[in-house]
């Protein structure tokens, strides 16, 4: 299929006021009867009207009542004799689906004998024909009919207004939701499922019933869930003004969807990991998803329902909002400037993992992209991430007060409305005249048109004589697909001063009367700028781009001491974070720069690839009496093994993974005591809390462990493995639970299967749990190739299932993704699995598979023998003839 341009934008030529659907529900045969108030749009030239349709059985259209002319046309439905004038007409189509047979997961399916939908993006065409674009918003009355027995519970989005009994044992009701809506956000659900309630009252006084529906024996599992959403309700009040808008508010929970969740009018359905969560079965990342995930979708209801997107290449307009929104509660929610920091980090680790290499791969798109062939390949992380930056940076541009003003002028213009990311910053800019942001907005706006991640050039010198810093900027951008040539960016550049001792220097620009503060926040819009310090009396440090504040690559000359410095008293806990894996990065590639030989784990290092000096600040954080257990976890990790090859030109991803062991393990042995140490004095008392400061103790305790069992098994001995079985047998949760049995997996000692085997037997039925355990098995370290005949042994396990997406991630993306050290292979081994999955994936649903199809995003960096293999493999994808167009869409970028 031909790319589809957002040039090409044209408003619809009709508009559909109202629709009303009748489902009578079956598994193999589903009727849908859709009548529409239709009418010519008088902005655009009278044309036949088209609707979208896709796996439909058409058995009747009328127009008025009266039968009429049609043809087909590329699938679509084209109607040619219609009523003239500007009249509204009556257009009711009858059609059929077959649920039971819809792997695709789009459209109308049945998952454990329950129907579910998925519309978001074109999954409503899967339903009936319609006019399936975001643009064209209706309101909607839905009647439901099925069997009562296999199908108790009918749901729809809007209020219940009328249900009751049918004949032969069939029952129905009757939904209308007041709000008008795209075809992207209907939903419904029927089948046997139990809900737990809650009624909520709203700063107005107005009444809410909430909602949350599971299969019967998971109601034990729902109370997190349902707090999630009376937090985020609260909050939207409390930050925003944005009330709840609806009488009911509710969510479904199913084990059989292509992504996290999604956020339908009143009638949000997830993935089962995004609600069920206990003690004994859920992780405390578990719980802190859940809840970030329950905030992202209801504050879409403001953010992408009530302001939706014109057409999908605004898809960040929705997106990027609604991450940034999530971000903001989340961290709110955590409370203490320093959990809010581990938030940040978290959420800028993500960014630069997954993000950045997207922006420097063949998959590269701006943040509003210009073209796409299929819209579901673009539910990226550079829609959703980046986009949620490209917001923070306003954010940090019009301050906090200018932010909110912006958003109550953003509802005031455009509420019910379809618009475009330029409405969005437009509304931004508008509410705060004067700003940064107001000034410079066409030049801001170029985050939302060009790709690829900016490269920041800061070069500082001291003049003793002049008492001054100068600290020149400069930025640049890698081209990137179709874009040779970039323009500056607005970049804000949030930074400080640290004096020889650490002090926070107040910071004075040349010109100024009098220093103002110790951290401000500078605009670099050109190519180059320099700023001068005055009065710095001994030469400073800088502590550039605080808080992560743009989303750019940092390059600094900064000499290992000055690292140290900052890691040790930099008052922004980012950059303290920051100066501690520049610290470990470096060591990192000089290493895999070293001649040394050999590629095996632990091969041509002689065990001091780490200074001590870099130990010893380690030590100090992990010891440290003030700093947060979170935080020092995050500090005392290495870079992912994905982002220090993303530093590299070329990459031997052996030899990057055998570096990163190597530093693992002498960070493990080095620190041994200091791991004990750390192990005993964060152990839980009392009850299991899932908050950010026990998650954080109980991270750092896990992380103790995992590191304890290395440095024991590099050592042959067995005193750690042995404590880790134990706390595997007697966990009261499931994060200490899991991090004992990682440890001793991780480290590849024996107790590992006793331990794998127990957990099993302990969990099997529970299918959240049961991905765990596959996935850290197919994610384990490689020993002599062992890691790909594991997995295909972990596929042949009863227990595995292709056509689940959940448990096909659990190992096949978990291996792909990762496992790098396993995946490459240099006989290929690897990538040849990867193309055997991609197409059997394809052939059930192409969502997941074009999912895994990007797992060799970046082959083109790879070293001999693995970049020819890896081409060979993507090449193989692409010589099938039977592709999806979303798997064909990401192997021909590939290629290109
Ligand atoms: N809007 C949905 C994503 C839909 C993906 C369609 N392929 C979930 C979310 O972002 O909240
Ligand atoms: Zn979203």
Redesign the pocket.
Known sequence: PAAIQRQDYAPPAYWIDAVQLTFDLDPAKTRVLSKMQVRRNPQVAPQPLRLDGEELNLARVQVNGAGTSFKMEDGQLVLENLPGGHEPFELEIFTTCQPIKNTQLSGLYVSEGTFFT?C??QGFRRITYFLDRPDVMATYSVLLRADKAAYPVLLSNGNLVESGELDDGRHFARWVDPHKKPSYLFALVAGKLVAREQKIKSRAGTEHLLQVWVRAGDLGKTEHAMNSLMASIAWDEARFNLPLDLERFMIVATSDF??????NKGLNVFNTKYVLASQATATDVDFANIESVVG??YF?NWT?NRVTCRDWFQLSLK?GL?VFRDQEFSMDMAGSPSARAVKRIEDVRVLRTVQFPEDAGPMAHPVRPDSYVEI?NF?TVTI?EKGAEVVRMQHNLVGREGFARGMKLYFERHDGQAVTCDDFAAAMADANPGSELSRRLEHFKRWYSQAGTPRVKAVGQYDAAAQTYTLQLSQSCPATPGQADKQPFVIPVTLGLLGPQGAALPLQLQGEEQPGGTERTVVLHEAQQTLTFTHVAQPPVPSLLRAFSAPVVLECDYSDEDLLLLLAHDSDPFNRWEAGQRLLLRVAIESIAAPAGGTGAGAGFDQRLLPPAIVQALQGVLRHPQLDAAFKELVLSLPSEAYIAEQLDTVDPQRVHAVREALRLELATALQADWEWAFETHQDSGAYRPDPQSAGRRALAGAALSMLCLAAQAQGDSVWPGKAYQRFKSAGNMTDRFNALAALVTSGHELAAPALQRFHALFKGDALVIDKWFALQAATPDRAGDALPAVRALMQHPDFSLKNPNRARSVIFSYCNGNPGGFHRADGAGYAFWAEQVLQLDAINP?VAARLARSLDRWSKLAEPYRGAAREAIARVAGHAALSSDVREVVTRALA
């Open positions: 998925q978001e993006a292509n992504m996290g969740a999604m956020e992202h979708e879409h992408g997106e609604t579901n539910y959703y969502q």
